[in-house]
T-cell receptor, first 115, second 112 residues
Framework: DSGVTQTPKHLITATGQRVTLRCSPR?????VYWYQQSLDQGLQFLIQ???????AKGNILERFSAQQFPDLHSELNLSSLELGDSALYFC??????????????FGAGSRLTVL | DQQVKQNSPSLSVQEGRISILNCDYT??????FLWYKKYPAEGPTFLIS?????DKNEDGRFTVFLNKSAKHLSLHIVPSQPGDSAVFFC???????????FGKGTSLLVTP
């Protein structure tokens, strides 16, 4: 157990629908990151939050949004889903600053299947 | 735009031999490099890292080498064990506390 909790583990939905993925970071970590891993692709960085504020944005589609709440958990919202959005979505956390800031701890991922 | 590249999708090595996994990067601003290991149905786990001020970092059976002029790093595993069979991801970042850029991974198979 890495200490990063992601729910749900698996999700099957239809095109056009909207889903929410949830992440609880490791205790004490202030930064949360979202990554997408599609078939034959590496881990694509989507977005980072640090202590409730958006810190960096990667290749996140406009149909996707995220937020980090005061208790530091984060949600990734995916809307108007398309077949190509089927992927593993990983959440990771890190202290966010200081020693170990660059070492991300990953959750087990949420596998999204869009039919 | 893939800034971190792992050009070998897979590698097969015999138990006890050395495994060498390679990684190239294009962004000269990267100053911190990491290797992660991933087993099926699990998230990636941190393995070893190196900062740009060093050219080698060792941790047990794992050694990472960094060649800044060539923008190349490699992970050496000696000796390789069947339990090392996993996907290895190379990652890099520019500054403390920012997101990692990952390669596509190399699937290592260590055969008995």
């Amino acid at each position: 157990d890495s200490g990063v909790t992601q729910t749900p583990k698996h999700l099957i939905t239809a095109t056009g629908q909207r889903v929410t993925l949830r992440c609880s970071p490791r205790s004490g970590d202030l930064s949360v990151y979202w990554y997408q891993q599609s078939l034959d692709q590496g881990l694509q960085f989507l977005i980072q939050y640090y202590n409730g504020e958006e810190r960096a944005k990667g290749n996140i589609l406009e149909r996707f949004s995220a937020q980090q709440f005061p208790d530091l958990h984060s949600e990734l919202n995916l809307s108007s889903l398309e077949l190509g959005d089927s992927a593993l979505y990983f959440c990771a956390s890190s202290p966010g600053a200081g020693p170990g800031a660059n070492v991300l701890t990953f959750g087990a991922g949420s596998r999204l299947t869009v039919l | 735009d893939q800034q971190v590249k792992q050009n070998s999708p897979s590698l097969s090595v015999q138990e006890g031999r050395i495994s060498i996994l390679n990684c190239d990067y294009t962004n000269s601003m990267f100053d911190y490099f990491l290797w992660y290991k991933k087993y099926p149905a699990e998230g990636p786990t941190f393995l070893i890292s190196i900062s740009s001020i060093k050219d080698k970092n060792e941790d047990g059976r794992f050694t990472v080498f960094l060649n800044k002029s060539a923008k190349h790093l490699s992970l050496h595993i000696v000796p390789s064990q069947p339990g090392d069979s996993a996907v290895f991801f190379c990652a890099a970042c520019m500054d403390s506390g920012y997101a990692l850029n990952f390669g596509k991974g190399t699937s290592l198979l260590v055969t008995p």
